[in-house]
Every structure is written in C-alpha cells, then in structure tokens.
C-alpha cells in the first residue's frame, strides 16, 4: 500500500522560513507529477505548485516568486520552500502524487496534510 508521508508543518514566525518535504512510501513503480496543495481554514483548496518527472515546475500566480518547488527523485520526493513567510500562508498544506503503481496503473495519492500556521 502506498502512502504521501509529509513533514515540515508547524508554528513558524512571521519572516520565517518554511520546508515541506513529501515522500511516499511503500511499493510502486514511478511517480509522476509531484505537487503541493493549501487549505486554508474557512477558504477553498488551491494548487500552490506542482513539478513534473523532468523537473519541470509550475506555479499558481499568487504564488509565484514566492514559493519554490523542488523534487528528488533519488528520494522519490518533493519539497516546497518559502524564506520569508506571511500570516496569509497559514494553512493546511497536502501533498499530491500520480504515482505508477503497476505498469498498467496510475493512481492519483494524497497526504495527510500538514498544519502550518504562521504567527508574530
């Protein structure tokens, strides 16, 4: 069974900064596009960036500039990245993969989500 393991989530300063790392576990094949999602409390879920198997990146507008999304494969993870964090990305972050289980099978997987909460 294959799982999104997240970690990095927690009480950050404002100015902070801010490394979230995600890593499946379990038995599969390969992954394909990584990506990172937030929720914050009250508001609807939006994609912050997503990365390809290439390494290829991409990232909502309200974003950009501001996030960095980065991968691992030798790892077979992904991580999002922020130096210089705002109250406004208090949220909670979840983690998103296609990942090949089998050859004839690709699987959307979702973690946990992580709470991060930034304050003064």
């Known amino acids: 069974q294959v799982q999104l393991v997240e970690s990095g989530g927690g009480l950050v300063q404002a100015g902070g900064s801010l490394r979230l790392s995600c890593a499946p576990s379990?038995?599969?094949?390969?992954?394909?596009?990584m990506a990172w999602y937030r929720q914050a409390p009250g508001k609807q879920g939006e994609l912050v960036a997503s990365?390809?198997?290439?390494?290829?990146?991409n990232y909502a507008d309200s974003v950009k500039g501001r996030f960095t999304i980065s991968r691992d494969n030798a790892k077979n993870a992904v991580y999002l990245q922020r130096n210089s964090l705002n109250r406004e990305d208090t949220a909670v972050y979840s983690c998103n993969a296609n990942i090949r289980i089998v050859s004839w099978a690709v699987q959307v997987y979702w973690g946990q989500g992580t709470q991060v909460t930034v304050a003064s």
């Open positions: 379990g038995t599969f094949v390969s992954i394909n596009t």
């Open positions: 990365i390809t198997s290439a390494d290829s990146p």
